[in-house]
């Protein structure tokens, strides 16, 4: 299966700016509530190339109805300077919430944008927590996460419309790092003029809004602790399966990384014992 991560093979050089506000309106209009961001990139290419790309995103509420808006603008440049090409795209939607409104849940976000970095919650995904160990025995390696352990696992709930369920582990201690959910049809499609149920249903698990990540296809991402988050690619996901939902731990990646090392340094070391047996038998039988 594929990732739904986003990889930069050719870039020597990449810096992002990330600019996030929340504005409410008066004690009169309290269900109406703005979030705007801008987030700009730029990347060197090998070919001495530069490509620009910023983003400006808003959603906003009036009374029950959410209105999304995104504008997206590409240039990219020769290494003198020169315009090679310029693109712009846009695209909105409009959708409407439950009677709760938008206000009382922006009080939340706000809350959890603002806490500690080191205010690590306690979050899961389908059952299964972060960091715990992972008590299946059916781990394989994939080659697409060369520094995990896959499995599948079936949750106490399933989510209407997916087929498969993977669990992604540390390769020594085996804790979960991530968890994907997997569709191999489309969940719930044709719904365009109305928001997706289940990016309502993550933004009211987690308490977190839901990010727009592309300008052509339907990815979103859900920062719902610190150092985790979900991605939502509702269509074309992978080779595989159309709709994907993969949950996340940054650090626990970070671990699963220095564990490989553990595990490669320990073969080298068994490797290197077993061949000076060998030459220490065989120098003692000439």
Not at 125 to 140: P, S
């Amino acid at each position: 299966m594929k990732k739904t991560g986003t990889a930069l093979t050719v870039a020597s050089v990449a810096a992002a700016i990330t600019l996030i506000g929340f504005a409410a309106a008066s004690c009169d209009e309290k269900k109406d509530v703005s979030q705007k961001s801008s987030e700009a990139s730029i990347v060197t290419n090998d070919n001495g190339s530069v490509a620009r790309t910023y983003v400006e995103s808003t959603v906003t509420t009036n009374g029950n109805m959410v209105t999304e808006r995104r504008r997206e603008t590409r240039t990219t440049l020769d290494a003198d300077g020169n315009m090679l090409e310029s693109s712009t795209s846009e695209y909105a939607q409009s959708y409407p919430v439950g009677e709760e409104g938008m206000a009382s849940f922006t009080t939340r976000v706000e809350q959890k944008e603002n806490e500690s970095p080191d205010a690590k919650v306690e979050e899961g995904f389908l059952g299964l927590k972060f960091g715990e160990e992972f008590k299946g025995t059916n781990l394989v390696s994939d080659i697409e996460e060369p520094t995990l352990l896959r499995a599948t696992f079936t949750p106490a709930k399933k989510l209407a419309g997916f087929d498969d369920y993977y669990v992604y582990v540390t390769p020594k201690t085996h804790k979960v790092v991530k968890v994907y959910a997997c569709a191999k049809e489309a969940v719930d499609p044709g719904t365009n003029w109305r928001r997706h149920y289940l990016i309502e249903a993550l933004e009211k698990r987690y308490n977190t809004w839901a990010r727009p990540r592309s300008w052509c296809r339907p990815i979103y991402t859900f920062a719902i602790g610190s150092g985790r988050f979900v991605t939502a690619c509702l269509a074309d996901a992978s080779r595989d399966y159309e709709t994907v939902l993969v949950a996340w731990d940054d650090a626990l990646l970070t671990t699963a990384a220095d564990e490989t090392e553990e595990i490669r340094q320990e073969a080298r070391k068994s490797a290197a014992e077993k061949r000076k047996a060998q030459v220490d038998d065989a120098a003692s039988a000439f």
